[in-house]
């Protein structure tokens, strides 16, 4: 029972970006851009190259292959560039490699999260017009408000809506299965699509055509990312199970009914999805596709949140508000910053594009990078923590990045088209990153000049003898060596220091999680000194509160606990280390980023914040 309850909740999060799909993939196929006749051989050749990138991208690149590479449970380009990272031994360049891949593709998740609302919403609302073209001009106006209510429903959560994601999924994937049922036995020749010989057969009479369609084609596979992106929510059983029993099987059928469809009737090539249903459930099937997209949306929006929570924890980005929509599940966040960026950005996209045709060209570039950039990571994995020998990973790799790179060079030449917006995106997030990390780098280089050996503290104690006050001070450091400049500041600025002393230490490991007996290391040092070194996984959200109340920790109640926090103020020079306009970039990140106190979930009455000026 529990395997089939998970199934069914996979269907709602893990599948309805790929389960969506039908709506606008095989009618891309065949638009006019591409000029493809709709002839019998063209249908078929079109239909089993779809056959064939579901079933290697997806069953076995995915499925088979990158899921076994888990991060403790957890899955997606950041868990996998932690766990390529941390387990090549080698030089710091190849290092640095994978972490600027791993960068680049979290990033371009970002602009997968602008582009798949959009395309996935407009592409339902378009149904409206095979109704009736009266409605053409209501799709827009009922995308955009489909969206804004969408975007403004994210501060609640997905906890109260989630139970019905994925019963309203199963009634999508039935749904699709039945069409497609329907139209393949009115034309059971359709079925020779899943012989190769039509797919190479298309391509040596289409040639430059068939290169250009492969872009079209591409959108089956769309969501081949949420399998691996997902994985901690479910784990690998319910995701596999559930895409060999209901999700493959009903694309297939789907896809092939929309191509005997078109075998019968070429003229539906304009929408084939909408009209494979008869009259009568024409409303309901654009209803229930307006759902479907709208679930779809919310698994990307989450995956937005998410990325962010794991680049924050991992010093990638600066630190922003996080919401804890559930009170059992940590994975429910919200982060308003990033849902009213994407919201935005959205609207723009449904605004500027227009149709789904349209955002069809900006949506493969993104898609097909991270699918590179997943390849290649996989085959660090495969060699370093596998144990694979090389030919062996060699000879995967080869066919994998093969097929991608096929990919990627078809949706190359959209990129005037449209490409260019979420690689601009992608860009212009990876800029924030590393400028973060560097100006982060920077800045310990500074307060490490500053710092004096503890040892050093103790013997200005022992001859200053400054008054000790009854309580425990608790003083965060990312210095597990020296003393806290908080702690300088408060002994030379009002001379006393608490009879308890705890220096405070946070650390992100390149894990998910950690576990229980991992999570702190405790030091008792003199003068009533004690160091503590909390460690969180990637995934995890630090709480002091949660934490100092442990058995392990030598912390009295909270409210006779005082935390001193430092909070630098950037002063831009010109000395070296990053360029200029970058320091400046990191100074309004650091203005900007949210504070300590909520982000660590401190007790806001008992935090003591203190200054200094740094010269980057």
Known sequence: ??????????????????????????????????????????????????????????????????????NRGEGGVLALMALAHSKMTTSSHKRAVIMGLGLFGAALLYGDGMITPAISVLSAAEGLTVISPTFGHLVQPITIGLLVLLFVMQKHGTA????????????????????????????????????????VEFFLHQGKTAFFTLGAVLLVVTGGEALYADMGHFGTRPIRV??????????????????????????AAEHPFFEMAPRWGLLPLVILSACATVIASQALISGAFSITRQATMLGILPRVHIRHTSASEIGQIYVPAVNWM?????????????????????????VTTTMLITTALAHVVARQMWGWSGWAAAAVTTVLFSIDLAFFASTSIKFAQGGWVPIAVAFGILVLMTTWQRGRALVAERVLEEVIPLDDFFAVMRIERPARVPGTAVFMTSNTDGT????????????????????????????????????????????????????????????MKQLLARKDTPTPPIEHTTFFLGRESIRISHKRGMALWRK?????????????????????????????????
Not at 42 to 55: A, D, R
Not at 250 to 257: E, I, K, S, T, V
Not at 349 to 366: D, E, M, P, R
Not at 498 to 515: A, N, R
């Open 1 to 70: 029972m529990r395997l089939a309850a998970l199934c069914v909740s996979a269907l709602g999060i893990v599948y309805g970006d790929i389960g969506t799909s039908p709506l606008y993939a095989l009618r891309e196929c065949f638009s006019k851009e591409h000029g493809v006749p709709v002839t019998q051989g063209n249908v078929l050749g079109i239909l089993s190259l779809i056959f064939w990138s579901l079933t290697i991208t997806i069953s076995v690149k995915y499925v088979a292959y990158v899921l076994r590479a888990d």
């Open 160 to 199: 109260r809506v989630g139970a019905v994601f994925g019963p309203i999924m199963v009634i999508w994937f039935l749904t699709l299965s039945s069409l497609g049922v329907y139209h393949i036995v009115r034309n059971p020749g359709v079925l020779m699509a899943l012989n190769p010989y039509y797919a």
């Open 242 to 267: 559930t895409w060999f029993l209901a999700v493959g099987p009903a694309l297939l059928l789907n896809y092939l009914g929309q191509g005997a469809l078109l075998l019968s009737r070429p003229a």
């Open 342 to 366: 994407l919201m935005i950005a959205t609207i723009l996209l449904v605004v500027s594009f227009g149709s789904s045709t349209k955002l069809a060209a900006a949506y493969g570039i993104a």
């Open 484 to 543: 806290p400049t908080p702690l300088m500041h408060n002994f030379q600025h009002n001379r006393v220091v608490h009879q308890q002393v705890i220096l405070l230490t946070v650390q992100t490991e390149q894990v998910s999680f950690v576990l229980p007996h991992e999570r702190v290391t405790v030091e008792h040092l003199r003068e009533g000194f004690v160091r503590v070194v909390a460690r969180y996984g990637f995934m995890e959200v630090p709480d």
């Open 584 to 616: 400046r970039l990191y100074a309004f990140m650091a203005r900007n980023a949210a504070r300590a106190t909520s982000f660590f979930q401190l007790p806001s009455d008992r935090v003591v914040e203190l200054g200094g000026q740094i010269d980057l």
